[in-house]
């Protein structure tokens, strides 16, 4: 059987040599050990291969004292060639937080032969303070200072409190941390205005005593020029009745002249606290979620191992300085999917063209990565391209058709896949038994299709001769939920996708990693619930919808930004003016009973504006609601509105705007007590 196997691996030209080796050549970094804390050090690997290749290359690091395990940095993703060598995409490590003896691995693996070979070289990380003094440093981010105090005890824990010098506006704090037995402490200082002068001091808690440290001042440098940022317009300013508690919004922009992809977080009223703009990925950057304690996850173009895109093909893990923590790819994750059995989610390039009916593969991430799960795993959506028969889904070119579907992969603590739910496994329709599932013969509700590098479609790659010109953009999910526990009290630990072709929120069973992954139930227009319009609205049900998610945990209050595509296209322009042309803002009562199956509105709010797409929607502790009206087209440019409403009189209506702040377009908003406290939603 051997033998069969690698005849047939060298009629598809990847013979193995018989002594097949990987040997590094070298790991170097950009600068020599020892360096200070916060030093950016750039590492190199060079390896060579006496097989067909290609090499790739993923770097760990463990902190002082401690091992690889969760070190993960940089996972897997190709090198650069040369005849039989090999160099990896640089890796760029900034410690930030511990002093000490750092541990830097390599692992160097041919997936082709599964030859592999690794190597460790000890790096060693001084302390920013010396004596007894802490002190303030610059970071990449000129809004961003690195706080580093004096040794704690053991048992007691650490803070940072910061304000501005010249008026003694609130402070802001860091969250706690614990004290270790050696070392300093180390904070990332964020939400600072530009060309401000600020004083901030570490608080140490023991046994319930708070004891303030030495202050010292620090002064935040100028917005870079060579970043184009937004404007922000105020046209209600925050009030009396406006959450003032939560007073930093924190905002993708993706429609800024000459800078197209940047996250900002205001004030409230639009003056700018901070920003990140990846200078790796100047081509595409989108924030899908902030962290508890500071923090970022956002999907990345840049190279990952199918060289025809590198269109959203990274998702990494920033600081608040903007240093990359850790980051995975396609390419990686394609591999560890084929390792959990998976048989429609692999790489894209090994499959022939045209490709033949059947054939399926996954090809970027896309819209969402949370990491609420429970043990600290993370989530990402990704599309998955299938290509059926002809004539699926009312296609009239006589040719097969390329039909873009979803996954959802779940990454353990080192970002390893555990669990993957692939939507066309799940397409069956309604069957005899069981619940309703996802229907392959229903197409996009507004007949969405894609093309090679359309915007606002992932990457395509099966496109081609002799399949139809379009792809069948079926589902389009854009937003992923965990959901600890259902309405009966259960501990489902079960996830809503917000499945925005199909006008439709569904819940699949993950069951905290040891669910099918089959749809439980379909929420929205001919889906499992009834809806129960005790404001007799004309057209109750959601379309076209953004960031569906249940926000108290447990009693079911869904809330949604309703785009209302459908809902405007069906009446149609001017005559759904003044109000059916806007999109709303929803909140949702859901009641899962068998037997009855029904969401009840608690709010159903005229935003005022119509977002033909994106969005965001959050409900705040104190019981208003946060939205965000993204894609609003006013004169030819596309502007969004984040707006603040309270609850209105008997739900429906437009409720009373207590903020509204315009900029250029953007994806999505939260808003937020400071960078180190988002929702937990």
């Not at 004030?267 to 606290?273: A, N, P, V, W």
Request: include cysteine.
């Amino acid at each position: 059987m051997e033998k069969v196997l690698k005849l047939l691996l060298c009629l598809a030209g990847l013979c193995i040599p018989a002594s097949a080796t990987v040997a590094i050549v070298s790991l170097k970094p950009s600068s020599k050990s020892p360096q200070l804390l916060g030093t950016s050090i750039t590492w190199t690997a060079i390896a060579t291969d006496t097989s067909t290749g290609p090499l790739t290359f993923q770097f760990n690091v463990a902190p002082p004292g401690g091992t690889f395990t969760n070190g993960l940095a940089k996972d897997f993703n190709v090198g650069t060639q040369s005849g039989d060598t090999y160099t990896s995409q640089p890796f760029v490590w900034v410690p930030t937080k511990v002093e000490g003896a750092y541990q830097i691995q390599v692992v160097i693996k041919d997936f082709h032969s599964g030859d592999s070979a690794s190597k460790t070289v000890q790096f060693q990380v001084t302390p920013l303070v010396t004596g007894k003094t802490p002190v303030a440093v610059k970071t990449a981010n000129p809004l961003v200072a690195l706080f580093s105090a004096p040794a704690c005890a053991v048992g007691s824990t650490m803070r940072v409190s910061f304000q501005q010098t010249s008026q003694k506006t609130p402070a802001t704090t860091t969250n706690w941390a614990n004290c270790r037995a050696n070392g300093t402490m180390t904070f990332e200082i964020a939400g600072m205005y530009p060309s401000t002068t600020y004083e901030m001091f570490a608080q140490t808690e023991t046994g319930g005593k708070v004891t303030d440290g030495t202050t010292v001042n620090f002064t935040t440098g100028p917005l870079p020029t060579n970043i184009v940022f937004p404007s922000f317009t105020t046209i209600v300013p925050p009030g009396t009745k406006t959450d003032t508690a939560l007073k930093v919004l924190l905002r993708d922009v993706t429609n800024v002249a000459g800078n197209p992809y940047l996250a900002v977080a205001t004030d409230l009223s639009g003056d700018i606290i901070w920003y990140y703009a990846s200078s790796t990925s100047p081509t595409h950057m989108v924030v899908t979620r902030p962290l508890l304690n500071g923090g970022m996850l956002s999907i990345q173009s840049g190279l990952a191992w199918n060289p025809a895109s590198q269109s959203q093909q990274i998702v990494r893990q920033t600081d608040l300085a903007g240093n990359v923590v850790r980051e995975t790819n396609t390419g990686a994750i394609q591999q560890q999917l084929l390792a959990l059995g998976a048989t429609g989610l692999g790489p894209c390039n090994v499959i022939p063209t045209p490709a033949p009916i059947g054939s399926s593969c996954l090809g970027s991430f896309h819209h969402d990565a949370i990491q609420s799960l429970p043990n600290g795993y993370t989530a990402l959506l990704t599309d998955v391209e299938e290509i059926f028969p002809p004539g699926t889904q009312g296609d009239t070119s006589g040719l097969p058709v390329d039909v873009v579907g979803d996954a959802v992969v779940v990454l353990n603590q080192n970002w390893q896949a555990v669990w993957y739910f692939d939507a066309f496994q799940h397409d069956g329709g309604c069957p005899p038994s069981g619940p309703c599932q996802l229907d392959i013969t229903r197409p996009a509700l507004m007949g969405n299709t894609c093309g090679i590098n359309q915007q606002g479609c992932p990457a395509i790659f099966l496109l081609g001769p002799n399949i139809a010109p379009s792809a069948k953009d079926w589902l389009h999910v854009n937003s992923l939920y965990y959901w600890p526990k259902d309405n009966f009290g259960g501990a489902s630990g079960d996830i809503i996708l917000s499945v925005r072709h199909q006008d439709w929120a569904v819940k699949i069973d993950y069951n905290n990693g040891s669910g099918t992954g089959d749809i439980l139930w379909r929420m929205g227009e001919q889906g499992d619930f009834t809806f129960n319009n005790i404001y007799n609205d004309p057209w109750p049900w959601f379309s076209y919808q953004h960031d569906v998610g249940i926000e108290d945990h447990g009693t079911g209050v869904m809330s949604i930004l309703d785009n209302g595509d459908v809902r405007v296209a069906a009446i149609g322009y001017p005559a759904c003016l003044p109000t059916d042309c806007d999109s709303r803002g929803l909140a949702l009562t859901i009641d899962e009973t068998p037997g009855s199956m029904q969401v009840t509105p608690v709010l159903s709010a005229d935003l005022g504006y119509y977002s033909t797409a994106e969005g965001s929607a959050q409900l705040l502790p104190g019981g208003t609601y946060f939205f965000i009206a993204s894609a609003v087209v006013v004169l030819n440019y596309l502007n969004s509105y984040s707006l603040e409403i309270l609850p209105t009189a008997g739900g429906m209506g437009t409720g009373t705007t207590v903020l509204n702040l315009l900029t250029q377009q953007g994806y999505r908003a939260w808003q937020m007590t400071s960078l180190y406290n988002p929702p937990t939603t």
